[in-house]
C-alpha cells in the first residue's frame, strides 16, 4: 500500500469484514466551511490555537486532509484516528481531533510539552500518533513517555500502512 486512498480503502474493507462501523465523509461543505472560518471570538488563546493548528494541519497535508473525504476517522481493533465533525446530540463526540488537541493541551494534570506544539490525530493502547509542524512528519509516539519517538513518516500513506499492519 502506497497510495493515500489505497490504504484507507483496506482498512475499510478490514472494517466491514469484522463488522466495525465505517463513519461517513465529512460533507465537503462542512470541510470548506472548516477551512474558511475563523475560531469563535470568545475563545481563549489555547482553543484558537488548536482550532489554527488543525487548519494549518489540513491545508498543507492534502493526503491527510483526503482521509475526511473517505471517512470521518476511524476506530478498529483498538486504533483510533480521531474525527474532524463527528458529533453525539450536537457534541463532538469523545474521539473529536479538537476534543483530543484542546484537552491535550490545556490538562490541569498534565500537558506533555513532547505534545503541545503537535497535532495529536489519533492513538492506540500503546501509543499516540501526531504531525509534528517542525519536521513535516507524521509520528507514532510512546503514550507514556511521549517524548519518545517509536517511528516516524515524511508521507502520510506510508504511515496508515504501519498502523495497518500493526492491527491485521
Known amino acids: 500500500m502506497n497510495d ?6 483496506q482498512f475499510k474493507k478490514l472494517m466491514v469484514a469484522d463488522k466495525y462501523h465505517v463513519t461517513n465523509p465529512v460533507p465537503a461543505k462542512v470541510m470548506s466551511d472548516l477551512m474558511q472560518s475563523l ?3 470568545d475563545w481563549d488563546e489555547t482553543k ?8 494549518k494541519l489540513l491545508s498543507i497535508r492534502p493526503e491527510y486532509a483526503q482521509l475526511f ?24 463526540s469523545w474521539d473529536n481531533i479538537y476534543i483530543q488537541n484542546l ?3 490545556d490538562n490541569d494534570i498534565y500537558a506533555s510539552p513532547h505534545l ?6 489519533g492513538e492506540d493502547g500503546m501509543s499516540v500518533f501526531c504531525y509534528n509542524f517542525t519536521d513535516d512528519i507524521f509520528e507514532i509516539r510512546d ?3 511521549p517524548d519518545y519517538v517509536i517511528e516516524s513518516h515524511k508521507d502520510f ?3 496508515l500502512t504501519t498502523l495497518y499492519s500493526t492491527v491485521c
Open 143 to 145: 503514550r507514556v513517555a
Open 4 to 9: 493515500t486512498k489505497q490504504c484507507i480503502n
Open 39 to 41: 475560531p469563535p471570538a
Open 157 to 159: 500513506a506510508d504511515f
Open 103 to 105: 484537552d491535550n493541551r
Open 116 to 121: 503541545t506544539d503537535k497535532v495529536i490525530i
Open 48 to 55: 484558537q490555537k488548536v482550532f489554527y493548528d488543525i487548519q
Open 69 to 92: 473525504n473517505e471517512m470521518d476517522g476511524l476506530e478498529y481493533n483498538g486504533l483510533t484516528i480521531y474525527s474532524l465533525a463527528q458529533a453525539e446530540n450536537g457534541i463532538p
